[in-house]
């Protein structure tokens, strides 16, 4: 099966480099963002509805669970739906606030099945996480058994741990193997620091080697990883493109 691959974008994309990620022919984009109002998701749809206008490249819109309820999920949902969007990344997210007890979506496998309920037309991916426990791997199920139909994985910069989930992995259920550019050494550090992560020892020297910016031996880095991953039965890659279109590109070349 050929190599599928699909990119992550925020909001604050331009347009350049959104059409040069269209250039691309991903399966699909999905826009991210911290911010969850409708102002935010506004300007998820006017770059939805340019990706429409300009391609046939699906688009996938992040929405989280435990900062909504009932009524203000439904009111994202069809307002997606006025803009022909029918695909959506459900998530658990991050609570606003200690204090905020009174949760309607506590876990992503609630938010999944509410919005299979009430829009069973609508495709749902939901995450999944490398060195998962048995905790973690029960409510990946959940998900699967309440609507998600794709799977798109946490990052890693180490690519045994993408090669060791595959083959632990035992569900039929397509998974999107999320790959994060690595770009220079202080980008890289800071996400080691917020994964709770350590880098293997070919990124470690890598680190040593540069300054900072890590220029082609990153693209290196980041192709190789994809490469062996793919040696070890993915069929689907997500990059995250961090709105860089032409780093996108000269890693898509080396694979």
């Known amino acids: 099966m050929p190599l599928q691959y699909s990119f992550e974008i925020t909001p604050s994309i331009d347009r350049v480099n959104l ?8 399966e699909f984009i999905s826009i991210t963002d911290r911010n969850h109002d409708m102002d935010n998701l506004m300007q998820s749809i006017q770059i939805s509805d340019y990706i429409h206008a300009n391609s046939s490249v699906d688009v996938v819109i992040h929405l989280t669970g435990i900062d909504k309820d009932e009524k203000r999920v439904k009111e994202m949902i069809d ?3 006025q803009h022909d969007i029918h695909s959506v990344l459900a998530l658990r997210g991050d609570k606003l606030s200690q204090n905020d007890t009174a949760v309607t979506f506590p876990h992503a496998d609630r938010l ?6 009430k829009y069973p037309h609508v495709n749902i991916s939901g ?28 990052f890693s910069f180490d690519a045994n741990d993408y090669v060791d ?21 202080s980008q890289t550090q800071k996400m080691l620091e917020l994964t709770y992560s350590t880098a293997p020892d070919e990124l470690n020297v890598l680190m040593t ?4 910016d890590f220029g082609e031996d990153g ?14 039965g993915a069929n689907h890659i997500h990059l995250y493109s961090l709105n860089n279109a ?5 890693i898509i070349n080396k694979i």
């Open 19 to 26: 059409d040069g990620l269209l250039n691309l022919n991903p």
């Open 79 to 81: 307002l997606m739906q």
């Open 165 to 185: 989930y595959l083959n632990q992995i035992e569900i039929d259920t397509p998974i999107w193997f999320g790959i994060m550019p690595v770009i220079g050494k």
């Open 112 to 117: 999944i099945e509410f919005i299979n309920q």
């Open 219 to 232: 693209v290196k880095y980041t192709a190789g990883m994809i490469n062996k991953i793919r040696q070890a």
């Open 127 to 154: 995450t999944c996480y490398l060195n998962s426990s048995d905790e973690e791997m029960k409510w990946l199920r959940q998900k699967i058994e309440k609507g998600c139909t794709n799977l798109i994985s946490q």
């Open 246 to 250: 032409e780093n996108t590109k000269r």
């Open 209 to 212: 080697q540069h300054d900072d």
